[in-house]
């Protein structure tokens, strides 16, 4: 087949016809509308540019349509031409967002597009969409606006910042009750919560169980609680390495109780070697640090009932 041919046939095939075909379903919770996540079992695949090209977070596998198939199947070049040939046509089911796009207009600059969103106020759409749907805490609430870690994003949904070493916002994770994303021309660094001078460094991979692990420890006065936005940055792991090689730095791998926790938490435990630092593996119980949060005040409202129903009973009977 000359190159042109397999450039045009390329382009006619999306990943996602690939993946969909392969057994991959949309990971709706953990997907963008620039970065779509397929999970097939463990096998994690995200779609990205358009549906043209793709990676492997768990691994440095990436590439086109052909390596996509190559990367599945094991095949040869001529094999994966074959396969890819074969889905001409098919048309995956598409993830339908419930947030409109965004204009394609050119952004404002990252800094400015922060600063000019309100802190959350008690009561507003954001506050309660992190209070009564995710179970955070008042006080921890209270805690990052008050770092300047918060603002209020569109749809009742909660900005996070990340920031550079000078203090400058480079992006935020954006999560609500219909949302998830990162700032568009933003840069994922580290989100952070604590006090300065810190020595402990909690890393989790989103700024929701960041807060939560917070909650959960009382906001301990030692510790950095930290997310990496999801992923692996290059900017994120500068970052990473820079706390680990601070004097009697501990490191703690707070990722999520899965293949890709796993994965990131041996990447950090490296670090950590490298350094010469102290480590430590902190999983959650379920999947990550908002759930178990969410379980633990589900757990202690259902004893608190316990132990004011009877009392209502005796009373109303005398």
């Known amino acids: 087949m000359e190159r042109d041919a397999v450039e045009q046939l390329k382009d006619r095939v999306p990943c996602a016809a690939v993946l969909e075909k ?11 509308r620039r970065a779509v996540k397929y999970r097939r079992h463990d096998d994690i695949v995200i779609v990205i540019h358009a549906g043209k090209g793709w990676f ?12 996509l ?16 040939a074969e889905l001409v046509g098919y048309v995956p089911t598409a993830p339908v967002w419930s947030r409109p796009e965004r204009s394609r207009d050119v952004p404002l600059a990252v800094a400015e597009r922060w600063h000019r969103r309100r802190r959350p106020s008690q009561g507003s ?8 749907e995710r179970r955070l805490s008042e006080a921890i609430i209270g805690a990052a606006i008050g770092q300047g870690r918060l603002r209020e994003g569109p749809y009742g949904s909660m900005w ?33 919560l604590g006090r300065p001078g810190a020595s402990r460094f909690c890393v989790t991979e989103a700024a929701i169980d960041a807060l939560s692990l917070a909650e959960i420890e009382g906001l301990r006065p030692d510790s950095l609680f930290l997310s ?10 500068a970052a990473i390495r820079a706390l680990a090689s601070q004097e009697n730095a501990f490191l703690v791998a707070a990722t999520d109780n899965n293949r ?18 102290r480590f430590e593996r902190l999983r959650p119980i379920a999947e990550d640090w908002n ?26 009977q005398g």
């Open 69 to 84: 198939v190559a990367h599945l199947d094991g095949l040869g070049f001529m094999a994966c031409l074959d396969r890819v």
């Open 125 to 132: 759409a954001t506050w309660r969409y992190l209070r009564d």
């Open 56 to 67: 492997d977070p768990l691994s440095d596998a990436k590439g086109d349509v052909y390596r």
């Open 22 to 32: 392969a057994g991959f379903a949309v990971d709706r919770k953990q997907s963008t």
């Open 160 to 192: 996070a910042a990340h920031f550079d070493d000078g203090g400058g916002v480079t992006g935020w994770e954006e999560r609500g009750p219909e949302w998830r994303g990162f700032a568009t021309g933003g840069a994922k660094v580290l989100f952070q």
């Open 291 to 316: 759930e178990d949060l969410r379980a633990m005040k589900e757990n202690q409202e259902g004893e608190e009932r316990k132990i004011w129903l009877p009392h209502a009973r005796l009373e109303r």
């Open 228 to 237: 990496t936005g999801g992923g692996w940055a290059p900017s994120a792991v």
């Open 260 to 277: 890709q926790g796993e994965i990131f938490a041996r990447r950090l435990m490296a670090i950590a070697g490298e350094a010469s630092c």
